[in-house]
């Protein structure tokens, strides 16, 4: 970012040239000697005149001057002094209704969409998605803060249809450490709704291993994550976190034997579950465990369910049944478990008005985000509908177990933070440690072309190598010693700020400041 050498005249300037200009005259005089040569004085007035307009047009030069290098320093203080942040905007099943989640929700197969449009946002330079049936989770690296959760709800608002306001009620903000707190509680388990509960540890690996390839999905953002299973791993092992944990889907069977007539149990209530995914299975194991010996499977291929029957004890019976007889089957069910990716509701107000009645009421227990039951069914007398935020009422028992837990975890979390944000730390330097080698090569490749063509030397392809690793030699003895100033891994006793003001020494001194600050927008142009 060159600073301009141009200058415009000051109007104090030009008040004073124009105030000794020949009063007879019909218009201004130009500004510059052809003014002052018209102006009836002596010579001795003359010179002093003209002194002193040189030295008014010094002062406004150097204070425009100085007024474009306040400008550009601005600029790179904002966006390389104060390093890019990581920036988690969020709604989870603590913050946010299921109404608005299902609406957020963003599909596995759209996260590399997803994170391309991010990306494309002004300030936003790393995305990635985490979306569940408990949490939208967005995390950035941003240029600027304010900017980029700006940029971001608004997207969030853009893609789902709510309002950027109702997005703001419901959201929660984290900065930097603080985000990286929250995803390790996240992986370990400690945020969900059911502590310890092993699926969101997956579906974290599964961040990782849809951002693979993807540009955007970067190596601030990327590390954050591929750390963060390193902790729920950690976690689970050293703890007893896991030890009786129940998941979502086996909360959801708890909710629904809980909600069944006494005169109705596991065994003699007829089970209905739609969708044979992840969820699904653990739906039916949990229904066997708890004495279910016979259950109806509802999906789109048998594949998945014959899967499932290979691994159920003896004397479990699973009936597969195709999707186009999904209202038969609910019409002889007492309970139905929904659990399938659909977009859209599988059962609306219309359709179970159609179903016969049962005994007592029909059980909708959908653990989908977006939901699979329409909202509208519960107006049925015979209908009661439950969603994963009634899993509540499940896991609240032994809290004081669960806060017991949760503070072994901690300590596990604590230490993996300072280790995590010490390897952000050292990325620092890195931008400063390229620019001053290309730099110092730089110069160094220009003296050389210099003396070459002076000296008359033509150098063939083995001349011109050796001549690079000449280049590079002499590169690499100047830079040793700046070098390892710069470098902040904990191989000696440096601090991370006496690091970093040797970095910023160094950046003031060579100039390099800019070099970042322009090769971060030319980036973000080229996304453009």
């Known amino acids: 970012m060159a600073v301009s050498s141009s200058f415009v005249a000051s109007p104090k300037l030009e008040k004073l040239l124009s105030n000794h ?11 510059g000697l052809i003014g002052i040569r018209t102006l009836p004085m002596n010579n001795r007035n003359k010179r002093g005149l003209i002194q002193k307009a040189r030295c008014e047009l010094s002062a406004s030069k150097s204070a425009s001057v100085l007024a474009l290098e306040q400008l550009k320093t601005s600029a790179i203080d904002r966006y390389t002094k104060e390093r890019s942040s990581i920036v988690v905007i969020g709604l989870s099943i603590h913050t946010a209704p299921v109404e608005m989640r299902e609406k957020l929700a963003i599909p596995e197969a759209e996260w590399p969409r997803a994170i391309a449009e991010l990306c494309n946002l002004n300030h ?107 902790v729920g791993k950690r976690v689970r092992t050293e703890t007893n976190i896991a030890a009786g944990a129940v998941s979502v889907s086996s909360a959801a069977v708890e909710l629904a034997l809980m909600k069944l007539p006494e005169s109705s149990h596991a065994s003699s209530a007829r089970m209905l579950v739609i969708g044979a995914g992840k969820m699904g299975k653990l739906v039916i194991k949990h229904l066997a465990a708890k004495g279910c010996n016979k259950m109806v499977v509802v999906n789109r291929t048998e594949e998945k369910v014959a899967a499932i029957r290979e691994e159920m004890p003896p004397g479990v019976e699973i009936i597969y049944k195709p999707f186009d007889e999904m209202l038969a089957c609910a019409a002889e069910a007492d309970v139905v478990f929904t659990s399938t990716a659909s977009e859209t509701p599988l059962f609306l107000k219309e359709q179970v008005e159609t179903l016969p009645p049962v005994r007592d009421a029909r059980l909708f227990v959908d653990i989908s985000v977006p939901r699979n039951v329409g909202s509208c069914v519960a107006e049925i007398d015979g209908a009661r509908v439950y969603n994963v935020d009634d899993l509540k009422e499940v896991v609240a028992a032994n809290k004081e177990d669960r806060v017991r837990k949760a503070m072994e975890a901690q300590a596990i979390i604590t230490e993996e933070s300072k280790h995590f944000e010490a390897w952000r730390d050292s990325l620092e330097t890195v931008p400063t440690i390229k620019k001053l080698r290309g730099y110092t090569e730089r110069i160094i490749a220009a003296e050389f072309e210099k003396f070459s063509s002076k000296m008359g030397i033509e150098m063939d392809k083995k001349t011109k190598k050796a001549a690079d690793d000449l280049i590079r030699g002499i590169t690499n003895k100047l830079l040793h010693g700046p070098m390892q100033h710069l470098r902040c891994d904990g191989s000696d006793n440096r601090t991370l700020s006496e690091t970093l003001e040797n970095m910023q020494a160094l950046n003031r001194m060579y100039g390099l400041d800019a070099e970042i600050l322009e090769e971060k927008i030319r980036a973000k142009v080229e996304k453009k």
């Open 21 to 31: 200009h020949n009063p007879t005259s019909s218009s201004p005089a130009p500004l």
């Open 124 to 230: 936003i330079e790393e995305a990635a998605v985490l979306s569940t049936c408990n949490r939208m989770e967005i995390y950035v690296l941003a240029l600027s803060q304010h900017r980029g959760v700006k940029e971001v709800t608004e997207w969030m608002s853009k893609t789902s249809g709510i309002p950027v306001s109702e997005i703001c009620q419901h959201r929660f903000l984290l900065y930097n450490e603080d985000v990286t707190q929250h995803i390790f509680e996240v992986s370990a388990g400690l945020d969900s709704l059911v502590l310890g509960e092993g699926q969101i540890l997956a579906q974290v690996k599964q961040v990782v291993k849809v951002g693979q390839g993807v540009n955007g999905f970067g190596r601030n953002i990327s590390g954050l994550f591929k750390h963060a299973i390193t």
